[in-house]
């Protein structure tokens, strides 16, 4: 028994040693399959997370998906007199929110926060949030925890890759990523503009919605935040088109469970599949005008129940610098 | 618990740490073996474990009712027999009733009521495992009855026999007479043998994790809408699943014995490179041994097996494919695959070349013979077009697959998921196959190592790292659970 504890810990130690190096010597050419090495994507959240140096104490802040990112457009928000930043990224479930609160919150130091919830990210494990974030953004605790709590390979490749990546070559740091990619264009403050309509028409099967339970928990831990620093917010869901959304047979139980967590808005707009959507989860340009015109009055009410005034003065100074 | 999960990486050393700990007190080391094994199987759902208990207890109580029959026959008393059978009944009540039942009321109200067959239907979850442990359970009443083994009064030492975790939910499906006995005496730790189950279960995870998982993304794909892709994706997803179902149930089948190793406990072999076989015959001999062997020697044998006529021997031979394709699941697929086997295996039977090749292909040579590899070809060309009907969710599902594939079959080169997906698995499969090959003879699939030690822990650390890196990270539970 005593050769076999021996044995084994000496073959773990070489086991550890071998991989590490496979794992960064391969994960450097795109081999390997359960690890995300590539820095930056379409989601924009390298460009992100180094342009929230220039946003601090804003009005409003975004947080959700790409639901998020590309629907609250923060051009159209500061010409409203709003400061704002969009911390929204690709598929960003609650867990990968909370590690952005937890590390970005003090800096940006919200005013109002307006929290994009949505069904399918409500049941989604957040695998593909996670590895962008962790190959995208530094390496926090907050990050590890979340990594490591997911058991999932690809995370666990994708952080240590990353640490290998960030701490010993420092390259994200060095790292710039395109403002345009394909048909994407990163705007300051976190918005992405999509330039092409692909719409293409599905038939979806009727389907119940389901809400991941530790996804549950870890919206109320973020809200939770939120609530400790006395940041109020709203929940909002972004509308679907209408092939994606007449799929949902329980809507209605998912907008019980949200109205429960706080302020939930979930409008429908008069909205025309084909013309105003990009895609069936996301709208288009003009979708996204009427839409954000529609939000604003909404936002600026709650702004105003919650206290929060805006002056013009205040919007000139606030201290987005670019 | 999946042996593919976190939570049985933390589970097996503690209870590895634990139960050797107890080794002077076998009392205690089975009591322990009991609770790490019906926690292993309750995290599923413990109201499974009452259905298990209920079994375990049934099975030991009619042992022991059995024997004393026999040994102290009373007039007027009730007879061996009927505790055997009451014990059959018992099980195999249970056993319909979770897995058949549905299904004959379904198929008689399709054929005489309309279909209509709501509000007569149970629509119970069928409990992991269930066919493996009873008839594991059922085989020990049996042996008794026929007095191959006396009836156990060590109550502990049965339970541990049912319900063993490395092999409770999908096998080796143990005799008692081969497993009970090892319950019964004091196990002693041995570090060749313990290396020698690590190294199995490693191959074992290889196989489960990365081929299987990797052709089960394709197949599955291909599956579900099998109407839009060309003949040639369909029948590389017909020969991907033929590599997929034997990767996940082999695989699992090596983690259990190389875990039973870790324990001081030697489990039946229950794959020995089936798709290596040179006809139909020899493929059953090498294919989930540890239930073709039970089917043989509790239902085939029983019947008359080979040694009656020759229409007695077709007959035999058909229900024990029938009974063996419907053991896999309550679907006419299985019933259909069952049968598509007899009629293959019946002209060798006949013709009495059923046993022709008992020694291993290409003994004492590196490369099989230009026939050997037309045999070995054929053989998984014919178990390829079984797997289809096994696969499918329907009967139709499958003549419409075997249509669609055979009209579009040069309608252009297979249609491929990802590049990286395809590169994955053709890698994977080579190493597989051989593998297997230069261990054909051995007593399992990754026992001949190289000498050298640095030379064989660089060959572990690269299949752990093969592991880590290829493998599919969304949960794949193993194919057999369902059965």
Not at chain 2, 22 to 34: D, G, S
Request: glycine share 6%; net charge positive.
């Amino acid at each position: 028994m005593r050769r076999l504890v021996r044995n084994t810990v000496l073959f773990t130690l070489t086991t550890v040693a071998v991989y590490l190096l496979l794992l960064f010597a391969l994960g450097d050419w795109g081999w390997v399959r359960t690890a995300r090495t590539e820095m930056g994507n379409r989601g924009f959240l390298n460009s992100r997370v180094k342009d929230i140096r220039n946003y601090h104490n804003v009005d409003v802040l975004f947080l959700g998906s790409s639901h998020s990112y590309r629907t609250f457009d923060t051009r159209f928000y500061r010409a409203q007199g709003l400061s704002c930043f969009n911390l929204g990224s690709s598929n960003q479930t609650p867990i990968q929110t909370y590690v952005l609160l937890k590390t970005y919150l003090d800096s940006l130091n919200p005013k109002f926060v307006v929290f994009e919830v949505h069904p399918d990210i409500m049941k989604n494990d957040g695998v593909e949030c996670a590895v962008d974030l962790l190959i995208n953004t530094p390496v926090t605790w907050e990050a590890t925890k979340m990594a490591w709590h997911t058991g999932n390979m690809k995370v666990i490749n994708t952080w240590l890759y990353s640490l290998y990546n960030q701490k010993i070559r420092h390259r994200l740091e060095h790292f710039v990523e395109d403002s345009v990619m394909d048909d994407a264009e990163y705007v300051a403050g976190g918005y992405v503009e999509i330039n092409t309509k692909e719409f293409v028409r599905k038939r979806y099967s009727a389907h119940n919605l389901t809400i991941r339970p530790e996804q549950m928990e870890a919206l109320k831990r973020c809200l939770g935040l939120l609530k400790e620093r006395g940041i109020p917010y709203m929940l909002v869901e972004v509308q679907d088109a209408y092939q994606l959304r007449s799929a949902f047979k329980n809507h209605e139980w998912f907008e019980d469970k949200m109205k429960a967590l706080g302020p939930y808005r979930y409008k429908i707009l008069p909205l025309v599949d084909t013309v105003h959507f990009c895609n069936s989860n996301h709208l288009f340009k003009p979708g996204i005008e009427l839409f954000n015109q529609d939000f604003i009055v909404d936002l600026k009410q709650a702004l105003a129940d919650n206290g929060i005034l805006l002056t013009s003065s205040q919007t000139q100074t606030n201290s987005f610098t670019n | 618990m999946l042996f593919n999960s976190i939570e049985f990486m933390v589970f097996l050393p503690a209870v590895f740490a634990v139960y050797w700990l107890l080794h002077k007190r076998l009392e205690w080391q089975n009591a322990f073996v009991v609770a790490a094994s019906y926690l292993f199987y309750g995290w599923w759902d413990w109201r499974f474990l009452l259905l298990i208990a209920f079994t375990t207890l049934c099975s030991y109580a009619s042992g022991l009712a059995i024997g004393k029959a026999q040994s102290h026959p009373r007039e007027g008393g009730l007879s061996p027999k009927f505790f055997l059978w009451g014990n059959i009944v018992l099980n195999l009540l249970i056993l319909g009733a979770f897995k058949y039942y549905d299904f004959f009321v379904q198929s008689f109200a399709d054929a005489f009521l309309g279909g209509k067959a709501e509000g007569m239907l149970l629509h119970a979850v069928l409990p992991v495992g269930i066919s493996f442990y009873t008839f594991q359970a059922l085989s020990y009443s049996i042996d008794v009855y026929r007095g191959t083994l006396k009836p156990t009064h060590n109550m502990m030492a049965f339970i541990a026999y049912v319900s063993f975790f490395p092999q409770l939910v999908a096998g080796p499906i143990e005799r008692a007479t081969s497993l009970l006995p090892q319950f019964e005496r004091e196990r002693r730790f041995s570090y060749p043998i313990a290396v020698d189950g690590l190294r199995q279960m490693l191959w074992g995870f290889f196989k489960k994790m990365v081929v299987a998982d990797s052709c089960a993304l394709y197949v599955d794909n291909i599956f579900e809408h099998p109407d839009w892709f060309n003949g040639a994706s369909l029948l590389l997803a017909a020969v991907l699943f033929t590599i997929q179902i034997y990767g996940d149930f082999s695989g699992y089948s090596d983690i259990a014995i190389g875990c039973a190793k870790l324990f001081g406990i030697r489990l039946r072999r229950n794959f020995d490179v089936p798709y290596f076989s040179r006809d139909i015959a020899e493929f059953w001999r090498r294919w989930h041994i540890s239930l073709t062997t039970w089917f043989r020697d509790y239902i085939y044998i029983p019947m008359g097996g080979s040694r009656v006529s020759k229409p007695r021997v077709v007959l035999n031979t058909m229900v024990i494919f029938l009974v063996s394709g419907l053991w896999h699941g309550a679907n006419w697929t299985f019933v259909a695959w069952g049968l598509y086997h007899a009629l293959l295996f019946l002209p060798l039977i006949v013709r009495g070349r059923n046993r022709k090749y008992r020694d291993v292909v290409a003994t004492g040579r590196v490369l099989p013979s230009l026939r050997e590899l037309g045999q070995m070809m054929l053989t998984f060309v014919l178990a390829v077009m079984g797997w289809i009907l096994f696969r499918a969710d329907s009967i139709e599902q499958a003549l419409q697959y075997y249509s669609h594939m055979f009209s579009t079959l040069f309608d252009g080169t297979p249609t491929l998921t990802s590049n990286m997906d395809a590169w994955v698995v053709l890698v994977a499969v080579a190493v597989m196959t051989v593998v297997e090959w230069l261990n054909r003879g051995a007593e399992h699939e990754f026992q001949r190592q190289p000498r050298n030690r640095i030379v064989r822990w660089l060959l572990y650390t690269v299949l752990i790292f093969m592991i880590g890196a290829y493998m599919v990270t969304n949960e794949m539970p193993f194919i057999y659970f369902q059965f």
